[in-house]
């Protein structure tokens, strides 16, 4: 059973480059979640899809945008890479309506913009 | 003033010691209190779920919630260097979406 699949697991980017973050998860969830984590800044949410067609933007969604292919995938992409986007992302996955706080996470990618 | 404090650490304690980490919150909708468990270049895990005020005891881990005070803490008794991890504690309001706030996360270290 993979759970979340994070691709690709590093990257390495120049200022101005365009790049997508795959996401894909095969436990039936409807909620899906972009997080970057930083030194000192802890997670912080960029995007999250409560279910099949829909997106909402979270805490830091500047200079990125997503897309909810289907009910399995959520995507990511950096339009034009900035160094500040340099991070760890994860991507999460919920069932949706449960209290219970449980967000299933991928084991991240490292992005780093030069 | 953020949502969610948390002391970064790092945290050095030596094997057997009982471990204590805590976060402090100012939104007092919070209802759903989480411990999530972070190995190295690993993804989080959830490790204890607390419904409002009190505690929760699962092995040799204690959760514990006083909302009177925002203040939510994680005890790790007879601590193990496998123990040796980040520890984020991670809050939500009723209802909606699991849309959770996290506090920064404390390094624990536990030295054999």
Redesign the interface.
């Known amino acids: 059973n993979a759970g979340?699949t994070q691709t690709p697991k590093f990257q390495v980017l120049k200022t101005g480059q365009s790049m997508t973050l795959q996401c894909a998860q095969d436990m039936n969830h409807n909620?899906m979640?972009w997080y970057r984590q930083d030194p000192?800044?802890?997670?912080?949410?960029i995007y999250?899809s409560?279910s099949e067609g829909t997106t909402d933007k979270?805490e830091v969604p500047n200079g990125y945008n997503v897309s909810r292919l289907n009910k399995r995938e959520f995507s990511l992409r950096l339009e034009s890479a900035a160094p500040s986007q340099t991070s760890v992302y994860?991507c999460?996955s919920?069932r949706?309506g449960?209290?219970?706080?449980?967000?299933f996470?991928?084991?991240?990618s490292r992005l780093t913009v030069l | 003033q953020k949502e969610v404090e948390?002391d970064?650490g790092p945290l050095s304690v030596p094997e057997g010691a009982i471990v204590s980490l805590n976060c402090t919150y100012s939104n007092s909708a919070f209802?759903?209190?989480?411990w999530y468990r972070q190995y190295s270049?690993?993804?989080?895990?959830?490790l204890m779920?607390t419904?409002s005020s009190g505690n929760k005891e699962d092995g040799r881990f204690t959760a514990q919630v006083d909302k009177s005070s925002k203040y939510i803490s994680l005890f790790i008794r007879d601590s193990q260097p496998s123990d040796s991890a980040t520890y984020?504690c991670?809050?939500?309001a009723?209802?909606?979406?699991?849309?959770?706030v996290?506090?920064?996360?404390t390094k624990l270290t536990v030295n054999p």
Do not use: D, H, I, W
């Open positions: 979340v909620s979640y000192g800044m802890g997670l912080r949410l999250y409560a979270g994860f999460a919920s949706q449960m209290n219970t706080g449980e967000l996470f991928g084991e991240g | 948390q970064p209802q759903y209190f989480m270049r690993k993804g989080p895990e959830l779920y419904y984020l991670a809050m939500k009723q209802g909606g979406s699991e849309k959770l996290f506090g920064k996360g």
